[in-house]
């Protein structure tokens, strides 16, 4: 069998075994570029999250303990069950998220590279021996994996926000109770049917579908449960954060974003436009990182602009699985409504839509690639996340003016900046309040570097070997009497 069928699981995955809910409920997951039914998943709650809870709890002590090179050469093994399934695993992901296969096949690839990259760094979570200030005495630090973690994930990269959670949790040996979100429940089901495929012992990896407020709720509420890592909107993370201090866990937030993609007069025109339309129309505009506001310096602007929208208007919209197709549906019709509810706030402030602007002839929820020139800061999409394919473009006059409006958000995830000067590059490093700074990049996500935001757009990292700290505890010994 080959195909995205091949990793559609409609079960849940407890304990080694594919489960239903306990009430037999069921929720269908749809194709947003067909509005095809593809398939159900059980619709669990608390109690059938509780079972995971136990399942993982159980499982950790032995995993925990499993000789370091055995579970490192687990992970080895479920890269390689992501690599050889992955053209079925990139078709299963655009069947039910939309992007394009090609993205979806990138996708994949990079999860399965953050596999690999944290059974290595595994490898290498030291410990230390300090100075002791006395003699006689020897101080010892050392790591050990914090244990049973809740993860919940967003739909707009249903496989590998998994993946940059599972990667670390079980390298170190901690184990997992994972609820993807609804909309994209197969990629992380597929993580289970991996998982299970490769040989993880049962209990390891949990994964549940349903309801976001019963499963989250079991796993804030548990003892057992010491760490949640989540990526989605701020608005949940921070209502995470509020639950999970009864229990005190340690929490990782990946939360929202508002990007300025700022281009200077010296910049490199043909890098910046092609950055930005990566960094803008990857995944229709439904990305953290994605450009939300290109700040355009006076003298680059129109030839800037007139660029844009000749890429733009180029760009193929259509159904993920055709050839050739730079752009998928909108996740659904809400998130197509609310990109309409930006343009409309705009143009009544004085915004011009100089290309798309509507929903495209295709019908359902495809939209027509948006450019918005004269855009202001009174405008909507100056302090809320498009996650859409609409790119407003601001003109701005100087370096100090553009790093204050820049910062002016309560969001801190990704930022872009596009000049030629060296010394500018250093001052927007020091200036700019993110977590992350592309310089002439707009595609700046990679397994070696620390992903995550500042401010409102969360707390801890996740690559990098920063991304394994968050599933650690640190212990100390002190030996006296030596
Ligand atoms: P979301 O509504 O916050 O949902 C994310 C996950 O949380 C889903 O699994 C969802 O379940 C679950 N959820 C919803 N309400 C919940 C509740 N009350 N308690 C516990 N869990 C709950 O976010 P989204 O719309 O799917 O994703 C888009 C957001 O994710 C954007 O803000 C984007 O910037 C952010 N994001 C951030 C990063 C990053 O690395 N910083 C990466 C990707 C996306 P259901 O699906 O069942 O509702």
Redesign the pocket.
């Known amino acids: 069998m080959s195909g995205y069928n091949t990793w559609l699981r409609e079960g849940n995955f407890i304990n080694g075994q594919w489960v239903g809910a306990d009430s037999g409920e069921t929720i269908d997951v749809t194709n947003p570029a067909t509005g095809d039914v593809i398939g159900t998943v059980p619709n669990a709650g608390g109690a059938e999250t509780a079972r995971a809870i136990d399942a993982a709890q159980a499982a950790f002590p032995d995993f925990a303990a499993m000789d370091l090179m055995s579970r490192v050469g687990l992970l080895w093994k479920l890269h390689d069950a992501l690599m050889d399934n992955a053209d079925d695993l990139a078709e299963l992901l655009t069947v039910e998220m939309g992007k394009p296969l090609a993205e979806a096949k990138g996708e994949i690839t990079i999860g399965a590279q953050y596999i690999r990259w944290f059974a290595e760094e595994a490898r290498r979570a030291k410990g230390e021996i300090v100075p002791a200030g006395v003699n006689g005495r020897r101080i010892l630090v050392t790591r050990h994996p914090v244990g049973v973690v809740g993860m919940?994930?967003?739909?707009?990269?249903p496989s590998s926000?998994l993946a940059r959670k599972i990667g670390p949790a079980l390298s170190v040996g901690c184990t997992v109770v994972a609820?993807?979100?609804?909309?994209t429940p197969y990629s992380g089901l597929a993580w289970a049917a991996l998982a299970e495929e490769v040989g993880f012992p049962k209990g390891v990896l949990n994964v549940v579908?349903?309801?976001?407020?019963k499963?989250?709720?079991a796993m804030m509420d548990s003892p057992a449960v010491r760490k949640i890592t989540?990526?989605?909107?701020?608005?949940?993370?921070k209502?995470?954060i509020r639950q999970s201090a009864d229990t005190v866990k340690k929490v990782s937030?990946?939360?929202?974003?508002n990007a300025p993609f700022i281009v200077f007069d010296d910049a490199d025109l043909d890098k910046a436009v092609e950055g930005a339309m990566a960094s803008k129309f990857r995944n229709a505009g439904?990305?953290?990182?994605c450009a939300n506001r290109l700040y355009v310096q006076a003298g680059i602007h129109d030839a800037f602009v007139a660029r844009l929208v000749e890429k733009t208007e180029a760009l193929k919209v259509g159904n993920g699985l055709e050839e050739g197709v730079d752009q998928g549906p909108m996740v659904d019709m809400n998130a197509v409504e609310k990109v309409e509810e930006f343009i409309s706030d705009a143009r009544q402030k004085g915004g011009e839509v100089v290309t798309g602007g509507a929903r495209h002839d295709k019908g359902g929820s495809f939209f027509k690639p948006t450019i918005i020139t004269a855009a202001t800061q009174a405008m909507m999409f100056a302090r809320e996340?498009i996650?859409g394919p609409l790119a407003p473009v601001f003109r701005f006059d100087s370096e100090e003016e553009v790093i204050k409006l820049a910062n002016d958000t309560e969001f801190g995830?990704a930022c872009y900046a596009y000049s030629q000067d060296l010394g500018r590059a250093f001052r927007l490093n020091e200036g700019l309040d993110y977590g992350m700074i592309g310089i002439n990049s707009g595609l700046i996500t990679t397994v070696e570097a620390p992903?995550?935001?500042v401010k409102e757009?969360?707390m801890g990292k996740?690559g990098g070997s920063q991304g394994l700290e968050d599933y650690l505890d640190t212990k100390y010994v002190c030996i006296d009497g030596i």
Do not use: D, H, Y
């Open positions: 919940i994930t967003p739909w707009n990269f926000m609820k993807p979100a609804t909309a579908t349903g309801s976001a407020r499963i989250a709720g989540f990526t989605g909107s701020t608005e949940v993370g209502e995470l937030m990946e939360l929202g974003g439904q990305t953290c990182v996340e996650f995830l992903f995550g935001g757009s969360g996740e």
